[in-house]
Nanobody, 119 residues
Framework: QAQLVESGGGLVQPGGSLRLSCATS????????MRWYRQAPGKERELVAD????????NYADSVKGRFTISRDNAKDTVYLQMNSLKPEDTAVYYC????????????WGQGTQVTVSA
């Protein structure tokens, strides 16, 4: 049974930093593309960043480019999101997502972690 457990969220002042972690188990992490999504109140869930299985290629939403960095540790089956220069508009629940390749592509989600940016 696949599990994705996010941690590292919290309350931070504008301009501050947080590092989110997503610890996974129950599927083959090393071959999976990993993504971070976020959903603010009253808004649709949006893709924030993704990283290929090898970690060589990453992509970011325009709103977070230059401020957020996605990374992964395939030895620990964990993906990270380093968030710097946080803004109030970054406030959202952040979700970890795994895309597992196969004859049928499978998607797994974490339960989310709240990030609140406020003075």
């Amino acid at each position: 049974q696949a599990q994705l457990v996010e941690s590292g969220g919290g309350l931070v002042q504008p301009g501050g930093s947080l590092r989110l972690s997503c610890a996974t188990s129950g599927f083959i992490f090393i071959t999976s593309t990993m993504r971070w999504y976020r959903q603010a109140p009253g808004k649709e869930r949006e893709l924030v960043a993704d990283i290929t299985s090898t970690g060589i290629s990453t992509n970011y939403a325009d709103s977070v480019k230059g401020r957020f960095t996605i990374s992964r540790d395939n030895a620990k089956d964990t993906v990270y999101l380093q968030m710097n220069s946080l803004k109030p508009e970054d406030t959202a629940v952040y979700y970890c997502n795994a895309i597992v390749p196969g004859s049928i592509r499978t998607y797994y989600w974490g339960q989310g972690t709240q990030v609140t940016v406020s003075a």
